[in-house]
């Protein structure tokens, strides 16, 4: 056995830190790192964009403490939060598209399909017109109407097992159902309070400050501990149930330990930023096209999600330029012509 | 009697209010080849799943090691005991060698995610199922035979002494079957493996099994040495089909060679 030669030599990195170690193959080390660093680039360019030009040496000042000048207040007050903001958001929903689509076992499973992010409006529209606002307060309603519409969507199409194509028919009928619901509680609701939530249903990051990130940052964080608590579990969930079973998890505690994080993290993307569409549905696939990874992975789905929302943000402010978009408007755009090409090649492979 | 490390004593098992499995208490014996044979909808590849525990018994159990293997933790359970499922899916763009180390997840920790064991287990797997070769392909795109071999290695990454197989010869051609029988024979004499098999061809059956089990009806109607147990009689009675037992020209074995219709001699 201790001759054994490595399967791959070279195709696969060892990562040991301590006691850890993680197998990764160099192809999705690789582009993990390029995104990463698009993304540090582009959020340097981004945070200098705007009425008031911050040119992006600058901005490397700022952030190293030797700026003092006013552009200090415009990139640390102004449009830092902002940009934290979307690759939080971006990330959280990059992660919970792969664990969607991971436990579904379709690229079409991704919460805004399977009607999750409308019940998580839904309930952030609930705790809105009782309560008022508060960014736990939304976050709560938003969790639990995630929670019940994922529990709904997955009673309604359990039959000895869920199987990934029932799971999306009938999430997409309960979503539509929730849209309608959404709709009425906002023209229910007061003038001013059917304004903002009108423009939050669009998704955007827009006027956002350290108020929000704060709260954002700790139910990200809490949720990614979560994620490295249940181990490397999603990879065997992805062989079928009877593989995993063989292997030793227990596959329906495992899916479902696995929805309630990836609710949790498109409730929290929502209290934040309202239900931004596309994200979710194309950060994982785009990720696995480009890293190569076998089924849907987890790290490049989150880089990529981060990617994405920071982009389309960039493209919501400076496309017209006096009169800004919600960046939800970008991602469904972006996202319809995703779906087309996403339904022409899958109908091509049947 | 034989040393045995899994079977079960009074096992019901059934999806739903219906009883697949009924009452069956079996021991399979360690270090041989045993073999579940039936017809359709017999309960054989229900049987297998319930050792395997993906199925939760309705009443009695199965017990590995002496002790009821519901108690046991699911991890403990797979590092014993190895299944080939009927049907698994390989995640898209998944690589060989990614599949194969798939199979070390029961002996991986939270934080020490791979070791220099788990290198070892997977090289070795292949190896000994020939897909060495292959390490770098994409799974997709493999044959058939190619396919299950792979996933047979990643079974035996698992490194359990006990491996079962569900219909693993199921849509491969007569050399691929008989390929990977002769490999789980090859496990079995030179690796110490207890298999247990599900297989539809009686031949093959015959062929590889020191222990045949025959199941109708969720029962077990016969049971032991192919030799002894494969009579004509026995199998009108199981399959309902009219047959004659010669002696397998190669290996002794009972070869069964279904009585000809009228319809087929009627116009020679």
Redesign the interface.
Known sequence: ??S?????PG??L?LRVG?????A?RRTVLWVWLLVLLVAVTAVIAVGLGKYHVAPMDVLSVLAGSNTSFDRVVVLQWRLPRMLMALLVGGALGLSGAIFQAVT?NALGSPEIVGVNFGAYTGALAVLATAGGGYYAVAGGAMIGGLVTAAVVYALSYR?GVAGYRLIVVGIAVGAVLNSVNQWIVIKLDHHTAVTAAVWQQGTLSGLTWLQVVPMTVCVALLISALV?L???L??L???D??A??????PDRARAAYLVVGVGLVAAACAAAGPITFVALAAPQLA?RLT?????ALVPAAVMGAVLLLVSDVIAQQLFRDNELPVGVVTVSLGGCYLIYLLVTQARKR | MTDSRLGTEHLSLGYGDAAIVADLTVAVPDGRITVIVGPNACGKSTLLRGLARLLRPATGRVVLDGTDIASLHTKEVARRLGLLPQTSIAPEGITVADLVARGRFPHQKLLRQWSNDDEAAVAEAMRLTGVGDLAGRLVDELSGGQRQRVWVAMVLAQQTPLLLLDEPTTYLDIAHQVELLDLFAMLNRSHGHTVVCVLHDLNHASRYADELVVMKAGRIVGQGDPRTVVTAELIEEVYGLRCQIIDDPQTGTPLIVPRASPHLTAGR
């Open positions: 056995m201790r054994a030669t490595t399967p791959m195709r696969h060892v006691g850890v170690s993680v197998r193959s076992g000895h608590l181990g490397p579990q990879p065997v992805q062989l079928g009877d593989a079973g063989a292997l030793g998890l227990r696995r190569g990874s076998p089924g849907v």
